[in-house]
């Protein structure tokens, strides 16, 4: 029994350690979000731009860090494979302290700090691009490190466990930034407060780099890299319903394929993976994410009390994240993401429609929580178990990359068009607000359908296993010709 225990506090232990790069991903997304007015006073009002200039530049400047999550995204699998999954990871911690440290005082070394104003600009989207690489490579090696040490009975939970980290990360720097601002008056907040909030998340990720000192790289890497001996005393550390050396022999033979193109499967796996991500960002979560306080703002609310209904947000999706964590391998991946986006779009539907019709109030709220609701119990952590477990061993990293970066390339388009969207005086006065509502909310309905149609599902399966349901053969079938090996 105490053996038992040990081997789940281990598999636990360096799961905890891996969803911190899910806890900074959430973290860096987010943290801009009690920081946009004061970016807005600092670097953007003082060009006194037209108003859709100013609204695509606010845009862009809020998105930025997407622009690096992309590169980040499509590197992170060809850095994982040749230097470790380990080493990747602490890369992506010091990516995170840089972007911390230089989003709070972007004059360092060129100016005198809160005087150079919209010079300040640029160095201001450096900074956060760098964030955003750290946060590309978190969101696809943080979810395959857990992928590739928990037992397949229990993978799915364990990976959920990043997406609740990810939505952590974002209710905790709601209730910062919510702190922050509470330290002093408006012009407190837009001359030293946003900076405190950017560099608050200095100290997480230097937490991140240290433990990760301590944690092993996975069996799966370390076989890629000709460690046998090293992979199976991970692999009987780690333990599992399989016999260690069984475990070994079996990703042994998932890395045989008749080539290591991208689609040495099939095309469909890729096409799959990559609009499971698509379709993960046009339901317009991360509008929300980003945008709340404003979406509240346009609900008539003051500053603290749009701070405050955010954290309300947060907080919802922490908890429905939960239930998608104690479902997944029990309910399957498929009808979660089904229902989720039933949900997503019914709710979208009806908040569109209470802007447009300036009904306002309780019911707003309300449509809006559900649709966080709908999401986090499917769409957020669902797809993020189904990339990390659905591409064949020989593919994953250049596979997971690929449809990691289309994942962040269309968060970039949905946050810039939703500020250039809910910005626009003809779309407002049409629908007040509503319209982008209504877009995310056909998309909503769209993923349901796509999964319905086209998604595998891939519980209680070996990641070895999965394979099988691309090829439609089993392991020693005939798939070998050239190793992967590198």
């Known amino acids: 029994m105490g053996s038992k225990q ?3 506090s281990l598999t636990t232990g360096l799961t905890l350690i891996a969803t911190l790069g899910g806890l900074l991903f959430g973290y860096d997304t987010a943290v801009i979000s009690g920081a946009m007015d004061s970016i807005d006073v600092n670097f953007i009002k003082p060009l006194n731009l037209a108003e859709t200039a100013h609204d695509s530049l606010m845009g862009l400047t809020i998105s930025s860090a997407l622009a690096g999550c992309v590169v980040g995204g499509l590197v992170a699998g060809k850095l994982a494979d040749r230097f470790g999954r380990k080493p990747t990871l602490i890369f992506a911690a010091l990516m995170f302290l ?35 690489v750290g946060v590309g490579i978190a969101s696809l090696v943080s979810p395959l490190y857990i992928a590739e040490i928990a037992p397949a009975e229990s993978r799915g939970r364990l990976i959920s466990f990043n997406q ?23 012009t407190w907040l837009h001359t030293v407060g946003w900076r405190w909030m950017f560099a608050s998340e200095g100290l997480p990720s230097l937490l991140f780099a240290v433990l990760l000192l301590l944690a092993p790289d996975t069996p799966r890497y370390l076989v890629m890299r000709r460690r046998d001996s090293e992979a199976l005393a991970v692999l009987k550390r780690l ?3 399989t016999d260690p050396k069984t475990t070994l022999v079996e990703i042994e033979e998932s890395l045989v394929v008749t080539n290591e193109r991208l689609f040495a499967f099939g095309t469909l796996v890729v096409v799959v993976g990559i609009l499971l991500s698509v379709f993960q960002q046009f339901v317009g979560i991360n509008a929300v994410l980003y945008y709340a306080p404003q979406m509240f703002k346009n609900m008539g609310m003051s500053n603290d009390s749009a701070l405050w209904q955010t954290v309300i947000v947060g907080i919802a ?4 994240t939960l239930v998608a964590t104690f479902t997944v391998d029990r309910l399957g991946r498929k009808p979660l993401l089904i229902a989720g986006g039933v949900v997503m779009g019914v709710s979208m539907m009806v908040l569109g429609g209470l802007f447009s019709s300036n009904q306002l109030g309780l019911g707003a709220l309300l449509a809006m929580l559900a649709y966080v609701a709908g999401f986090a119990f499917s769409w957020g952590p669902v797809v993020w178990v189904l990339l990390a477990e659905m591409f064949p061993n020989a593919i994953k990293g250049k596979a997971l990359g690929i449809a990691v970066a289309a994942q962040w390339i269309a968060n970039l388009l949905v946050s810039w068009s939703f500020k250039v969207m809910d910005g626009n005086s003809a779309l407002n006065a049409a629908f007040n607000h509503g319209f982008a509502y209504w877009v ?16 595998p599902e891939t519980k209680g399966r070996t990641l070895e296993a999965i394979q099988e349901l691309w090829t439609h053969k089993p392991l020693d079938g005939g798939v070998h010709v050239e190793t992967v090996r590198s």
């Open 6 to 8: 040990g081997v789940l």
């Open 98 to 132: 840089i972007c911390s440290l230089g989003s709070a005082v972007p004059e360092f070394g060129l100016g005198v700090i809160g005087q150079m104003g919209p010079d300040a600009l640029t160095p201001f989207n450096i900074y956060r691009i760098i964030g955003g």
């Open 164 to 186: 609740i980290a990810i939505v952590g990360g974002i209710v905790g720097v709601y209730f910062v930034n919510w702190a922050i601002a509470g330290l002093g008056d408006e």
């Open 440 to 455: 995310y909310g056909v998309f909503s309905f769209l993923s349901a359908v796509f999964v319905w149609r086209f998604v």
């Open 317 to 320: 999706n922490v908890g429905f």
């Open 239 to 241: 333990g599992g319903a």
